[in-house]
């Protein structure tokens, strides 16, 4: 039989390539028979026309049921998921610090006081437990993580044996800061200062402890006031048990001249302190701080304080931002 190629329409010209030359031969199929299966015709099985049976089909699970067993179980998963990531978040926001009570920080001083000197002089607060009231704030950038504490601060006062005595202010269970004085030659100096931080990240806690020692001790307050003067200081500090290497604070003290503050309704008479100091080596940054002392004993009655510090962490760099401040609230301590 001859082959005959189908005409394209002019319309359809530029196409003319896609149009394949077919043949009329007409294709035959060989018929298919299927097995005769014995037996009659009934349940299981189907007549094929000729007396034979044809087996059904074996019955199949619906698709959509195992389709819907499958969502049932991914919704439960995603479920679980988000209620797992909103708690996180909750005790992400949540989780801080705590005030810490007056009574712990009394257990604390009694369990650790010295008793070396019952009378408090010109340059030497009385020992025990001061109240102070006041608020702090710190952010870290790495991990993102903020907290604040406050407003109740104890201050406690130790004496050491060698004449000296340390100021430790309690911002929360969290954060505490102490400074070291000693009178010496009609001075109050500072010696050295420590801090200590714990940041609660749900899944873990972070505490670090900073503490400086002073090669150029700070003074504090000096034996002879001239408004405006200037004292340089520097002191060398380290981390534990975050090993980060030693840090050098070093800065400036400037006397402001007389000032008034009021503690608990009565008008107090303060020496202000300005301090600017300036971090580096394995820490970056700086510390402002304001300090009101008492003209009878040298304790801070007031002060005020921002920090920002970058350290190196296994996240990589973190800033510290922090800002503070604090009143004395009572001329008696707990002691």
């Known amino acids: 039989m001859t082959e005959v190629v ?75 998921l988000a209620a797992g990531a909103g708690l996180f978040v909750y005790e992400w926001n949540h989780a801080g610090p705590h005030e810490l009570s007056a009574s712990t920080a009394y257990q604390r001083f009694r369990s650790g006081a010295t008793g070396q000197f019952t009378d408090p ?87 670090d402890t900073a503490t400086y020692t002073c090669s150029q001790s700070e003074i504090a307050i000096p034996a002879v006031l001239h408004s405006g003067a200037l004292y340089s200081f520097s002191c060398t500090g380290t981390n534990k048990p975050l090993k980060m290497g030693p840090v050098t604070m070093a800065g400036t003290n400037e006397y402001m001249g007389v000032r008034t503050v009021k503690i608990a309704g009565t008008d107090v008479i303060t020496l202000l302190f300005h301090e600017v100091t300036h971090f580096s080596g394995a820490q970056t940054g700086y510390n402002i701080a304001d300090t009101w002392f008492s003209t009878v004993n040298g304790l801070p009655v007031r002060g005020t304080w921002k920090t920002v510090v970058t350290s190196p962490t296994f996240l990589g760099t973190s800033t510290l931002t922090g800002t503070g401040n604090y009143t004395l609230s009572s001329f008696t301590p707990r002691s």
């Open 6 to 80: 189908d005409r394209v329409p002019d319309s359809l010209a530029p196409f003319e390539p896609l149009f394949v030359t077919m043949p009329l031969t007409p294709s035959i199929t060989p018929p298919v028979t299927l097995p005769a299966v014995d037996g009659p015709v009934g349940p299981g099985g189907s007549d094929g026309g000729d007396g034979s049976r044809v087996p059904d089909a074996a019955p199949r699970r619906p698709f959509h049921r195992r389709h819907r067993v499958a969502l049932i179980v991914m919704a439960m998963v995603v479920a679980v």
């Open 121 to 207: 002089g010109k340059l030497r607060p009385h020992e025990g437990v001061h109240s102070y009231t006041g608020r702090a704030a710190e952010h870290l950038t790495l991990p993102p993580k903020s907290q604040v504490e406050g407003p109740s601060i104890p201050g406690t006062v130790t004496y050491r044996p060698d004449g000296c005595w340390i100021l430790r202010l309690d911002y929360s269970d969290s954060h505490w800061q102490n400074s070291t004085y000693c009178p010496r030659n009609g001075n109050l100096v500072e010696v050295g200062r420590a801090g200590w931080y714990r940041w609660n990240l749900v899944a873990l806690s972070i505490a």
